[in-house]
């Protein structure tokens, strides 16, 4: 029955990830080119990733701020990493009312210029750091190929900018935000993943070092989910960030910025998926458990509606199914395809015996239950559901990433997906003819020994061990 929904994994990753998002009504293409629709399934997971990461955020002491869509080209112009490296993407305004602009303006990539500039109005005394905001809203990045939920020329993230005394409190602050990020993934999505600095190719533009959370996906390809930037002094030079010290001296500030996106529910979507749909974990699914009512009866009705009543009761997000106009197949079919951790199946039958049929999606094993704890054992499964998710996710990525020594053997192999553990000699030209000639990149750069004393590309002597591998 899946394989008439769903094309296999195995068959056509591309066509399955699109038939997802399609059949599980998570999002579907914009009227201009780039843009999503994200329907209610979909943004009510966004919703629940939101929450929990707002939550995490602002017990590092950051506060909730909103700030212009429409940004001053000179606000860009002003720090020259950061415009040279965002000037591929810019969406640009040359015309409002009918007239042409004074300035043109750019629709908000990122959001460092404008923030930066009031940084500059509202710090004025060490007393006033540390400056910590964070702001949930829209960006456009003008998008070659776009694909629905990982790379979209509108997409909605959450962008986090921080102003410090010090280089060392930003740095400490570039940390905190990764290690929060890194939680909230595995934790909440139930992705196991590898954090690194970025090598200075890929580095964010203008910041002095990049942190990524990155992550496998099924098809062997990698994602980086999130990334955290010491911006160090450079964007408060280009708008004279300065404070007066406990000394009086003026010193000017370090800054760092941070962002998720709803890239996130890409990620999700290819690390936990199936041949059947979604499967999510329970700590951001919408409906934990559903309640299948399988006939109209009045006892049945009301024996599941009490289900339900005991789930909520206990904190469950819990959704009762009573569309017994609608066949099994067809309502079981669509709760798998979104993906919800756990149904209990409720009929005349289970009435008589006593028993409630729970189903789990995570392995689709079903079991019988007295009817009376039904919803105690529903809700009791939800923990073991998220933990094997995330099991199953560290499982698959340890399995798939290998070390590597000899580039033919690795221009061979990486083909077939998959991280790569590397030595890397750091030069510029070995990381440009690492993409020139196998189109994978340094996804980041890892703690640990390097495998080979010599560089995999140059044979330069090494300077580091990195994840190298073909992403999205």
């Known amino acids: 029955m899946a394989k008439a929904v769903l094309t296999p994994q195995a068959?056509?990753?591309?066509?399955?990830?699109?038939?997802?998002?399609?059949?599980?009504?998570?999002?579907?293409?914009?009227?201009?080119?780039?843009?999503?629709?994200?329907?209610?399934?979909?943004?009510?997971?966004?919703?629940?990733?939101?929450?929990?990461?707002?939550?995490?955020?602002?017990?590092?002491?950051?506060?909730?701020?909103?700030?212009?869509?429409?940004?001053?080209?000179?606000?860009?112009?002003?720090?020259?990493?950061?415009?040279?490296?965002?000037?591929?993407?810019?969406?640009?305004?040359?015309?409002?009312?009918?007239?042409?602009?004074?300035?043109?303006?750019?629709?908000?990539?990122?959001?460092?210029?404008?923030?930066?500039?009031?940084?500059?109005?509202?710090?004025?005394?060490?007393?006033?750091?540390?400056?910590?905001?964070?702001?949930?809203?829209?960006?456009?990045?003008?998008?070659?190929?776009?694909?629905?939920?990982?790379?979209?020329?509108?997409?909605?993230?959450?962008?986090?900018?921080?102003?410090?005394?010090?280089?060392?409190?930003?740095?400490?602050?570039?940390?905190?935000?990764?290690?929060?990020?890194?939680?909230?993934?595995?934790?909440?999505?139930?992705i196991s993943l590898v954090v690194g600095e970025k090598s200075p190719g890929e580095r964010f533009a203008g910041a002095e070092h990049t942190f990524t959370c990155e992550a496998l996906m099924r098809d062997g390809k990698a994602l980086q989910m999130g990334t955290s930037h010491n911006l160090g002094h450079n964007f408060a030079r280009a708008f004279d960030i300065q404070y007066l010290d406990a000394d009086g001296e003026r010193r000017y500030a370090a800054t760092t910025s941070w962002g998720t996106s709803t890239r996130m529910i890409g990620g999700m979507i290819m690390v936990h998926g199936d041949d059947h749909g979604l499967r999510l974990p329970p700590a951001i699914a919408p409906h934990q458990v559903v309640v299948m009512q399988l006939d109209e009866g009045s006892e049945v009705a009301e024996a599941a509606t009490r289900v339900e009543a005991a789930l909520r009761a206990a904190g469950v997000r819990a959704h009762l199914d009573a569309r017994t106009h609608t066949s099994f197949g067809r309502r079981s079919v669509d709760w798998e395809l979104k993906g919800v951790p756990v149904r209990i199946e409720l009929g005349a039958r289970e009435l008589a015996s006593g028993q409630a049929t729970l189903v789990r999606r995570d392995n689709r094993s079903k079991s019988s239950v007295p009817l009376d704890g039904a919803a105690r054992a529903a809700a009791s499964l939800l923990d073991e559901i998220q933990r094997t998710l995330f099991a199953e996710s560290r499982a698959f990525r340890e399995e798939h990433t290998y070390p590597v020594t000899d580039f033919d053997e690795f221009t061979q192999r990486v083909g077939d997906g998959g991280l790569f553990l590397a030595a890397w000699s750091g030069t510029e030209e070995s990381e440009q003819a690492l993409g020139e000639a196998t189109s994978a990149t340094i996804r980041c750069i890892v703690d640990a020994d390097p495998p080979a004393p010599t560089c995999l590309m140059t044979g330069m002597p090494a300077k580091h061990t990195v994840l190298i591998g073909r992403a999205y």
């Open 11 to 190: 068959e056509n990753f591309p066509a399955w990830y699109q038939d997802v998002v399609a059949r599980a009504e998570l999002a579907e293409n914009g009227p201009a080119r780039g843009t999503m629709v994200i329907r209610p399934w979909g943004y009510a997971i966004w919703e629940l990733m939101q929450a929990d990461m707002d939550r995490r955020i602002k017990e590092t002491g950051a506060q909730n701020a909103a700030f212009p869509l429409f940004i001053p080209m000179s606000f860009l112009e002003k720090e020259k990493q950061h415009v040279e490296g965002f000037s591929p993407e810019l969406a640009v305004v040359t015309h409002g009312g009918g007239e042409q602009l004074a300035e043109p303006l750019v629709v908000r990539p990122t959001s460092e210029t404008v923030i930066n500039h009031y940084f500059a109005k509202w710090i004025q005394s060490h007393r006033d750091l540390p400056l910590m905001l964070n702001l949930w809203n829209n960006v456009v990045r003008w998008e070659l190929r776009p694909r629905l939920f990982l790379r979209t020329t509108e997409f909605l993230w959450q962008e986090g900018h921080t102003a410090h005394a010090t280089y060392e409190d930003a740095v400490e602050e570039t940390e905190r935000m990764l290690e929060v990020y890194r939680r909230f993934m595995e934790e909440s999505l139930a």
